[in-house]
């Protein structure tokens, strides 16, 4: 009995590539928006603590968390000064794909100079 021929897969790699590629477009598009949130996260606490430093000098908390934000992320930022001396900043994570805003996150900081 002569051997059978074995089937040769002749393009099941390209098909198997093919079906995966939106599944990993999906993954690498989560992960960007994952990345830029704890982007956002890192410099609105930066940006809190310009603005405790502002607060206690007597200068614009405004300007200096918006001076402390890089250009895609001053765009609706808000800050909000207490009593107490803490200051509160608060911005909108931007959205990876279709723009806008995801979701707002903020951060708090309070700056009370040392004395001499």
């Known amino acids: 009995m002569p051997p059978i021929p074995s089937a040769r897969p002749s393009g099941q790699a390209s098909v198997?590539?093919?079906?995966?590629?939106?599944?990993?477009?999906?993954?690498?598009?989560?992960a960007w928006q994952i990345a830029l949130a704890g982007h956002a996260m890192w410099m609105v606490a930066g940006a809190a603590r310009a603005a405790a430093r502002a607060h206690a000098l007597g200068a614009d908390e405004t300007e200096a968390a918006r001076a402390a934000l890089p250009g895609a992320l001053r765009r609706?930022?808000?800050?909000?000064?207490?009593?107490?001396?803490?200051?509160?900043?608060?911005l909108g994570v931007p959205r990876v794909v279709g723009g806008g805003r995801l979701l707002s996150i903020s951060a708090r900081a309070r700056f009370v100079p040392q004395n001499r």
């Open 76 to 90: 609706g930022v808000r800050v909000d000064a207490a009593a107490d001396g803490g200051v509160a900043v608060r």
């Open 16 to 30: 198997e590539l093919v079906a995966l590629l939106p599944l990993v477009a999906v993954a690498a598009v989560l």
